[in-house]
């Protein structure tokens, strides 16, 4: 089992026809993503992806047409806020932002936004997440991963990619690794994932993995001495 995201994950790309967008929206799909649709505002009707993937001008279009339940946001830093509001007001429960520099201001409205309409944001400035044999949702590299009982939770994009590497070079199996970014404002804590992670009956233990500044690892930490049963 995995958590936030699986085998039957409906994937919109926010940010589609743009380079990091397409790009990556590749390295989903060639790992088995289920990527729906794509979002670019003036383009709907195009394809992307060699033609593999249709492109709406709303995300309301995109989740209606084809029934997606998660978006990810590739969008320059000054239009991330609006286009992860864009996502929350079409009822998607699960948006993942990998946009780096958004505005902190803006970060302030959107969490007090999405905490009202009760949509999950992952990110931003994060590098998303990955269910291995599932569901890649972000930049994580794939075949670095592979299906086991261990959850990983990190702050830091690159420290996510060497202990999955090395958890993977030990015969260590991953059931769902979440980069939570470490921007002063994001969606999703490490409280937030460790909470998942408990009620996971096949994450086994966790590894969590956190960077200089603020007062979350402590608060981790606290969660994990009052509240977890798996060590961590």
């Not at 948006?95 to 958004?102: A, D, L, M, P, W």
């Not at 959107?110 to 309409?117: P, Q």
């Not at 998303?128 to 569901?135: I, K, V």
């Not at 994932?193 to 590894?207: G, I, M, R, S, Y």
Request: aromatic share 4%; net charge negative.
């Amino acid at each position: 089992m995995s958590i936030l995201v699986n085998k039957d994950t409906r994937l919109i790309v926010q940010g589609i026809t743009g380079r990091e967008g397409e790009f990556h929206s590749q390295q989903m799909l060639e790992y088995g993503t289920r990527v729906v649709a794509g979002v670019t505002p003036g383009k709907g009707g195009q394809r992307a992806c060699d033609g593999r993937v249709p492109v709406f001008d709303t995300v309301v279009e995109a989740a209606v047409e084809t029934g997606a339940n998660v978006s990810i946001v590739y969008v320059p830093a000054r239009f991330a806020a609006d286009a992860i509001l864009e996502a929350a007001d079409a009822g998607l429960p699960l948006v993942v932002c990998i946009s780096e520099g958004v505005p902190t201001l803006d970060m302030i409205e959107v969490r007090a936004y999405l905490d009202l309409k009760g949509t999950r944001l992952v990110g931003p400035n994060c590098p998303g997440l990955l269910s291995p044999g599932e569901a890649k949702v972000g930049i994580i590299p794939g075949h670095i991963a592979t299906p086991g009982p261990v959850g990983v939770v990190s702050r830091s994009g690159t420290l996510t990619y060497e202990v999955v590497y090395a958890l993977t070079a030990r015969g260590i199996g991953q059931t769902t690794c979440v980069g939570i970014g470490g921007d002063p404002i994001i969606g999703t804590t490490f409280i937030d994932v460790l909470e998942l992670f408990e009620n996971d009956p096949l994450t086994e233990q966790v590894v969590l993995i956190g960077e200089i500044g603020g007062t979350d690892e402590e608060r981790a930490a606290r969660f994990v001495a009052e509240r977890m049963t798996k060590p961590v």
